[in-house]
């Protein structure tokens, strides 16, 4: 298992931007799928992203295309999501999760994923 510590979250407004980062420690980072999930209140935890070990092939959530990019930098343990154009509905807990096995399937859930991050709220007002 690796230990994730998510970090980069906040208040910002609508049509705002921010990057979310993962950190990870353990050994062999590279070879885990990394993704991010967010959740809010009374419901349930929700795919928004993922990247293979490599950092060449991602999967996002249909709602996510074009605003969210995942990526990683393996050297430093890291997994980034970058968000654009914002909205308050983007108003969640952002958890990091790592795989050390994913499906090709593209869709993914919460029992995909073995380590989990604390969360980073990420708030987003109108």
């Known amino acids: 298992q690796v230990h994730l510590v998510e970090s980069g979250g906040g208040l910002v407004q609508a049509g705002d931007s921010l990057r979310l980062s993962c950190a990870a420690s353990?050994?062999?980072?590279?070879?885990?799928?990394m993704a991010w999930f967010r959740q809010t209140p009374g419901k349930e935890r929700e795919f928004v992203a993922a990247?293979?070990?490599?950092?060449?092939?991602?999967y996002y959530a249909d709602s996510m295309k074009g605003r969210f990019t995942i990526s990683r930098d393996n050297a430093k343990n890291t997994v980034y999501l970058q968000m654009i154009s914002l909205k308050p509905e983007d108003t969640a807990v952002y958890y990091c999760?790592?795989?050390?096995?994913?499906?090709?399937?593209?869709?993914?859930?919460?029992?995909?994923?073995?380590?989990w991050g604390q969360g980073t709220q990420v708030t987003v007002s109108s």
């Open positions: 999760a790592a795989a050390s096995s994913l499906s090709l399937s593209g869709r993914y859930y919460v029992g995909d994923f073995g380590s």
């Open positions: 353990g050994r062999a980072f590279s070879t885990y799928a």
């Open positions: 990247i293979r070990g490599g950092g060449s092939i991602t």
